[in-house]
């Protein structure tokens, strides 16, 4: 039984995932806005609008 229940995705891969089709981007660009060690700022305002609703974290705190 529990062999065929589908394996749960880790939260970082769920939260990415949703980035990337709410801002219908890639993957990997969605990465390069939240990886840990030196993240790229995204250039278009509605994609920095979409992470600050998503994550809680006001626009003008995200990159700072």
């Known amino acids: 039984y529990y062999r065929k229940l589908p394996r749960p995705k880790p939260p970082k891969t769920e939260f990415i995932e949703r980035i990337a089709k709410l801002c219908k981007v890639e993957i990997a660009t ?22 600050a609703r998503e994550t809680g974290i006001p626009v003008d705190q995200l990159y700072d």
């Open 30 to 51: 969605v990465k390069t806005w939240v990886r840990a060690k030196n993240p790229v700022r995204p250039l278009n305002p509605k994609h920095l609008e979409v992470i």
